[in-house]
């Protein structure tokens, strides 16, 4: 089962940034952190992914902490088309393979208002 | 691209009759994964593929459930008999390197109703 903890629920004005969290603890060396988001009703889309250093794409940034315990997806500038579920996920390695799949949770409901 | 692509997207079905379930990943794409929704348990991985061959079938929930992927561009997700308590939505993924990478691409669902 997945292994992160998030906020059931967040909301943030347009235009502001979204600051959502996410807790692993239990992360180990060899994993990585990855944020997808699902808008109603449509499949879950990958918005970005993290060994240790800070990453940055067009879509979003994610902050992970030094001992990689807990991270932080930032979205710069909210619009109400990020209304959407953010799930945190943590990879993990099939026992006696390479092969890796993801977990998960119950993610956070992040609501933009206008 | 046309990206991952299911059918049917809605299927409604009486209890006790067979349902199949079909995905055509993204052409190049290498592993295949399907996922099932519900809102009493989330996002459930079921079973997921690589190169054709399954990889870990501990997802799928009991013996009325099986899934195939006769070539790299298609799979099915076969429930024989349904019941109620499979209606859910049922996501297909696709990766195109072995999917340990984590970007999943999925397809819109295909949203079961077993009355």
């Known amino acids: 089962d997945a292994k992160t903890t998030q906020p059931t629920s967040m909301d943030c004005a347009e235009g502001r940034a979204a600051n959502l969290p996410c807790n692993h603890s239990t992360i180990s060396g060899n994993e990585y952190v990855y944020w997808y988001r699902q808008i109603h009703s449509q499949g879950p889309q990958y918005i970005i992914h993290?060994?240790?250093n800070n990453e940055t794409n067009e879509m979003a940034s994610l902050i992970i902490t030094e001992d990689r315990k807990s991270s932080t997806l930032i979205l710069p500038h909210a619009t109400l088309r990020d209304t959407a579920v953010y799930y945190c996920?943590?990879?993990?390695?099939?026992?006696?393979?390479?092969?890796?799949?993801?977990?998960f949770g119950r993610g956070t409901q992040l609501t933009v208002w206008p | 691209d046309a990206g991952v692509i299911q059918s049917p997207r809605h299927e409604v079905t009486e209890m006790g009759q067979e349902v199949t379930l079909r995905c055509k990943p993204i052409s190049g794409h290498n592993s295949l994964f399907w996922y099932r929704q519900t809102m009493m348990r989330g996002l459930e991985l079921l079973i997921y593929f690589n190169n054709n061959v399954p990889i870990d079938d501990s997802g799928m929930p009991e013996d009325r459930f099986s899934a195939k992927m006769p070539n790299a561009s298609f799979s099915t997700l076969k429930i024989q008999p349904s019941e109620p308590r499979d209606s859910a939505v049922y996501f297909c993924?696709?990766?195109?390197?072995?999917?340990?990478?984590?970007?999943?691409?999925f397809g819109e669902g295909s949203r079961l109703t077993v009355l």
């Open positions: 993290g060994l240790k």
């Open positions: 996920i943590v990879r993990v390695l099939d026992r006696g393979s390479t092969l890796g799949r993801l977990y």
């Open positions: 993924a696709s990766t195109q390197r072995g999917g340990f990478t984590g970007e999943l691409f």
